[in-house]
């Protein structure tokens, strides 16, 4: 089972400013680190190689800096990063992104062999548009099952994947072919520890590093700027709220009486939701008989 992860190096959200004057995210002097859903799709893979054998290749898309990334997955255990980077793909939207990333799972797939699996996160804490899985699923003609929260079963032999995918309103259960992108929801799993002997490799591996045209991009028009029709109007920080935090109990309360009183506070404040919410629980009594 070959087995390819996107992943994408990000700047911390918790570090970055919106400039005052031009709008703009200021990047500089704010550290990078792997996307976080994408680990919860790593540690995924890395589980499903552990059971059923295979490889599993580690690929993202950014300038050269993204290396550092590569390395800290390989750290984890993964048996092959791929760096695609070019001037060319500078300042791709999701639908540019998406176009790049499948050409070189394509050529991943040519040289290591089919893939079967590809897993990303369910989506980027930079962008948060959720686009880029599914649209490479289309462009490579993939099934796709997004927001999963835990696999159920792979069965190589026939081809199939089982899953239980996260939705309004409860979980649904979904079985597929192979081949198939996942996109993985958080909390889905626990990202393991790094052995010592994965740290020392991953130190001294050598990153596949790859331009436009050695990934096999068909169409570098498609890619960057040229092939990004999303423009983005503008870039705020939210309004600081005026109002402070309020204190609801008091010390010494247990939990259920914490829990009691800030019902009653919300009830309070907003007559409707306690009618909201006896309507919702009889409706969902009555489903049930």
């Not at 959200?13 to 994408?38: C, E, F, K, L, W």
């Not at 255990?77 to 695609?84: F, I, P």
């Not at 897993?119 to 804490?125: E, L, M, P, S, V």
């Amino acid at each position: 089972m070959h087995i390819v992860v996107c992943i994408k190096q990000v700047p911390d959200s918790a570090q970055i400013r919106v400039h005052p004057v031009t709008n703009t995210i200021m990047r500089q002097g704010v550290p990078t680190i792997i996307n976080p859903y994408d680990l919860f799709a790593l540690e995924e893979a890395l589980r499903l190689r552990d059971r059923l054998g295979g490889e599993v290749t580690v690929l993202t898309m950014g300038p050269p800096m993204a290396e550092d990334s590569l390395r800290k997955a390989l750290t984890f255990g993964a048996d092959r990063a791929v760096l695609l980077t070019d001037r060319f793909f500078a300042g791709s939207d999701t639908l540019a992104t998406s176009y790049a990333l499948s050409s070189a799972i394509k050529k991943i797939g040519e040289t290591w062999g089919p893939v079967g699996i590809v897993f990303a996160g369910k989506q980027t804490i930079d962008g948060d548009t959720a686009q880029v899985g599914p649209g490479i699923a289309t462009r490579m003609g993939f099934n796709q099952l997004t927001y999963v929260a835990a696999i159920c079963d792979v069965d190589t032999e026939k081809g199939i994947v089982e899953v239980e995918r996260r939705a309004e309103g409860g979980v649904q259960v979904l079985q597929t072919k192979l081949p198939v992108l996942i996109t993985m929801l958080e909390g889905s799993n626990e990202m393991r520890r790094g052995s010592l002997t994965s740290a020392l490799r991953a130190a001294n591996a050598e990153i596949t590093t790859w331009n436009a045209e050695a990934a096999g991009v068909p169409d570098v028009q498609s890619c960057g700027l040229r092939g990004s029709p999303t423009v983005v109007k503008r870039v705020f920080a939210p309004t600081p709220r005026a109002e402070r935090a309020e204190e609801i109990g008091k010390p010494g309360m247990s939990f259920e009486e914490l829990a009691d009183a800030a019902m009653d506070e919300i009830f309070a404040r907003h007559p409707t939701v306690e009618a909201d919410l006896r309507e919702f629980a009889a409706g969902q009594q009555e489903e049930w008989r």
